[in-house]
């Protein structure tokens, strides 16, 4: 198995006035190709910090961070950009599209700053994208005509673009109603068994029985990490659920 | 980072925010505009009080005979100086470089008779040269030609003060006979009223006959009270004077080191005049204009500012998925050099029109030059990056961690 993400005992101390926060003392877990983890946690312990850490926009104080076998402790920001750009897609609570903007480019956005994919590339991989996430019929939809539910698609498609080592979902489904957190899970774990790597932070512990692997955090130690080998298949659950009237 | 992509993602973030990027516009529109349309009011103006003052003969250059010492050191009035002759007239003719108009000036006081009508004034013998240099017009008639001038002609050409005089009853002057000191001479011509002039002295108050006449009918003299001349424009005055002064010298034969015997006087006092007020109004429109390309600078600023603060997120966003600092920094540039550009060129527009409505409702002079809207257009682009800049370095250093979380 290829060690995607490696982590080997990070702390993350920040410095508030007089005094030192300890977020993370000492964390230290693989993640390999094809894994589905959720990280779970209160808040304040860490998981934000960790999440933070592993999507290259932080680094940590001390230890040592390898994505999909790079290490990114000494990297510039300038640097993580690009590896952030190459490596990670980004699907956030709160969707995070660009406002008035349609799908499509909406889901380009990645490669626009990747100057080696050009125009019509970055077109065909936007489409194809957003055809993997059941929008294939909204493409030129705007940002602000769409639901929650196919924003957060039209979110993934942009993770899924630039063909990512990993996808590092922050609360993906925290701001979707029962039924459509479910269908974005039936699609995460689709994705899971087309074979991609994804980190899923949550504090809904529901979620950890669809996924492989659940790594609990508290006060900024790894308190729990269990591999799941029951996997609940989230479309079983989906067909429970009482379907939307309005 | 390929500079096509930066410009579209540009072009696609002010497309997105019509409203922003328009209001954003706005300051630099408003700026360019009043900047325009105030120059082209102004200079309008410049140009206007500039052929006004040239109206007053601003280019008028007077020679006189003078300088000259009598026996004992005892200096002589100019008039009775008998240095100026025609001779010295005709040399300028023939060799002046700067001239638009010379004229020879004679004249002689005396009574003006027409039938029962008598008027105290002066006749003034000149060529047709003279209307050029004091900004006459003839309003009714002729002014008398070369060939009244070669053969001394008894006409003359009349002030609207003396046909006031001599005719009360509102007869027409022209063809009448009048007498100057019993000498008879047929009106040719009534010039235009001019009013009194700075000194207080009545500009209408004028009698002008050909030279000769003055000279072999009235006065029997040989010499010149003086000679009036008119410098091309008013730029050239010092030159036509240097000019005069050499043609003088050589007809007078004076070595290096005599004295001149003539003096010569230009309108200095007005021409200072022209320049103070031109130089201050240049200087009041300049610092008006300077005000309101700061002004709309500041609009720039201030909205791109705004609007780092209410994109954070959208910026968090792009660093996200791999937006390098350079990136937004050049997005944010690229917008405001793109907005200034287009701001620049609509407030051309809106300030060109606004001075033409300004010239055909108000009927004010305008002058619009290619060099006040050059001008105005860099500036504005200038001011635009310029101001863009701070903004855009802002957002630039913004940590994703914290903008991707903005509420």
Known sequence: MKAIIDIDNIRRDFIVGEETVHALRGVTFTINEGEFVTIMGTSGSGKSTLLNILGCLDTPTSGEYRLDGTPVRTMTKTERAVLRNRKIGFVFQNYNLLAKTTAVENVELPLMYNSSVGATERRERAITALTRVGLADRLYHKSNQMSGGQMQRVAIARALVNDPAVILADEATGNLDTRTSFEILVLFQELHREGRTIIFVTHNPEIAQYSSRNIVLRDGKIRDDIVNHDIQDATVKLAQLPVNDD | ?407
């Not at chain 2, 925010?17 to 505009?33: C, D, E, H, P, Q």
């Not at chain 2, 001349?229 to 010092?238: I, L, P, R």
């Not at chain 2, 997120?313 to 660093?319: H, Y």
């Open chain 2, 1 to 407: 980072m390929n500079f096509t992509n930066l410009f579209k993602i540009a072009l696609k973030a002010i497309n997105a925010n019509k409203m922003r990027s328009f209001l954003t516009m706005l300051g630099i529109i408003i700026g360019v505009a009043s900047v325009i349309a105030m120059l082209a009011i102004g200079q309008g103006s410049k140009v206007s009080i500039q052929q006004n003052i040239a109206e007053m003969g601003s280019n008028m250059i007077m020679i006189r005979p003078g300088a000259d010492q009598g026996p004992g050191g005892a200096r002589q009035s100019a008039d009775n100086m008998e240095t100026l002759t025609l001779a010295d007239y005709e040399s300028i003719v023939n060799q002046n470089k700067y001239l638009a108009a010379v004229s020879p000036n004679v004249s002689s006081g005396g009574q003006l008779i027409f039938g029962n009508n008598n008027y105290q004034t002066s006749v003034t013998g000149v060529s047709e040269g003279y209307l050029t240099i004091r900004q006459l017009k003839v309003e009714s008639g002729v002014m008398f030609d070369e060939s009244d001038i070669k053969t001394s002609a008894k006409v003359c050409v009349i002030g609207k003060t003396i046909v006031d005089n001599l005719f009360p009853d509102g007869s027409d002057p022209i063809g009448q006979i009048v007498r100057f000191n019993k000498i008879p001479m047929k009106v040719v011509g009534v010039l235009k009223s001019k009013g009194y002039n700075s000194m207080g002295m009545d500009q209408d108050d004028i009698v002008l006959m050909p030279y000769t006449t003055v000279m072999k009918r009235i006065l029997a003299q040989t010499y010149l009270s003086g000679i009036y001349a008119s410098a091309v424009t008013e730029d050239m005055t010092d030159l036509a004077i240097d000019d005069i002064t050499s043609i003088l010298r050589a007809n007078h034969r004076l070595r290096e080191g005599e004295e001149d015997d003539f003096s010569i006087r230009s309108q200095e006092e007005l021409s200072s005049m022209m320049n103070s007020t031109t130089s201050m109004m240049t200087t009041l429109l300049a610092c008006i204009a300077g005000i309101s390309l700061i002004v709309g600078g500041i609009g720039i600023m201030n909205i791109m500012y705004v609007s780092v603060t209410e994109r954070t997120r959208e910026i968090g966003l792009r660093m996200s998925v791999g937006a390098r600092g350079i990136d937004i920094l050049s997005q944010f540039l690229i917008e405001a050099i793109l907005i200034s550009i287009t701001g620049g060129i609509i407030g051309v527009l809106v300030g060109m029109s606004a001075a033409f409505a300004v010239k055909s409702v108000l009927h004010w002079p305008i002058s619009i030059e290619a060099w006040t809207v050059a001008l105005s257009f860099i500036v504005c682009t200038i001011t635009g990056v310029f101001f863009g800049w701070y903004p855009a370095k802002k957002a630039a250093n913004l940590d994703p961690i914290e903008a991707i979380r903005y509420e």
